[in-house]
C-alpha cells in the first residue's frame, strides 16, 4: 500500500516558536507538495518540489519555507509560528506525469497559542 | 490559467437520493480531472479521475463522474446516497505534466436519514 506519512497528527505551539512538520513518502515519487486547509478556503498551496533540493512557492508562501533534502522527505518550516498559521496542513506526493493523481498524508492539525 | 469551481459548499440529500456534486474547470488545454474525498480529520482520499480515456468514469464507493467538454463540466454523482457517504468532496484539476493540482473549495455532502 503506498503511503505518505505526516509526523504528527495534532500539534500544540505557542507563538514565535519554530515548528517543523515532517511528511515522507514510500512511492519514489519526484514531486512532494504542502498545502493549508482552513474552512470555507479549500486547500490553498504552500510550497511544493519537484526534486531533491528544489523548491517552488505556491499560492501562500508568506511565513513559511521547506527542505527537500531527500527524494522521500519533505518538510514545512515556520520559523516563527503565529496565531493566523492554526490550521490543517496536508502534504502530498506524485509522480511528475500529469494523468496521476496525488496521495495524501492523514493531515496536521496545529494549533499555535 | 487553471481553475476548479465547485459550486455549493453545502448539499443535503436525503438516504437512498441521487447524489450530484457540481465541479466546473477552466483551461486553455485539456484537463485531467480528479475528484477527492475527506472524513473527518483525515487526509484525501482519490475517487476518481478523469485522463481522458473515457467520457464517463466509474470511482469507488459507486460513484462516477461524466466529462463534459461543451460544458467544462466533471460533476460527480452517485444513484443512492448512504449515510457513510457523509463528507467532504474535492474537485481538483491539472493541466500540465508537472504543476500541482489545482483544488476547488470543496463542497460538503451530508446525509439525513
Redesign the interface.
Known amino acids: 500500500d503506498v503511503k505518505?506519512t505526516q509526523s504528527s497528527?495534532y500539534l500544540v505551539k505557542r507563538t514565535g516558536e519554530k515548528v517543523f512538520l515532517e511528511c515522507v513518502q514510500d512511492m519514489d515519487h519526484?514531486?512532494m507538495?504542502w498545502?493549508r486547509q482552513d474552512p470555507?478556503?479549500?486547500?490553498r498551496?504552500i510550497y511544493?518540489s519537484?526534486d531533491v533540493k528544489m523548491k517552488e512557492k505556491?499560492d501562500i508562501p508568506e511565513g513559511y519555507s521547506v527542505s527537500r533534502e531527500k527524494k522521500e522527505r519533505f518538510s514545512l518550516i515556520l520559523e516563527s509560528a503565529s496565531t493566523n498559521q492554526t490550521s490543517m496542513y496536508?502534504c502530498?506526493s506524485?509522480q511528475?506525469?500529469?494523468?496521476t493523481?496525488?496521495?495524501?498524508?492523514?493531515?496536521t492539525?496545529l494549533t499555535v497559542v | 490559467a487553471q481553475s476548479v469551481t465547485q459550486l455549493g459548499s453545502h448539499v443535503s440529500v436525503s438516504e437512498g437520493a441521487l447524489v450530484l456534486l457540481r465541479c466546473n474547470y477552466s483551461s486553455s488545454v485539456p484537463p485531467y480531472l480528479f475528484w477527492y474525498v475527506q472524513y473527518p480529520n483525515q487526509g484525501l482520499q482519490l475517487l476518481l479521475k478523469y485522463t481522458s480515456a473515457a467520457t464517463l468514469v466509474k470511482g469507488i464507493n459507486g460513484f462516477e463522474a461524466e466529462f463534459k467538454k461543451s460544458e467544462t463540466s466533471f460533476h460527480l454523482t452517485k444513484p443512492s446516497a448512504h449515510m457513510s457517504d457523509a463528507a467532504e468532496y474535492f474537485c481538483a484539476g491539472v493541466a500540465q505534466g508537472n504543476t500541482p493540482l489545482v483544488f476547488g473549495k470543496g463542497t460538503r455532502l451530508s446525509v439525513i436519514a
Open positions: 505518505v497528527r519526484e514531486n507538495f498545502y470555507g478556503l479549500g486547500l498551496l511544493f519537484y505556491g496536508l502530498a506524485r511528475g506525469a500529469p494523468n493523481e496525488a496521495f495524501f498524508g492523514q493531515g492539525r
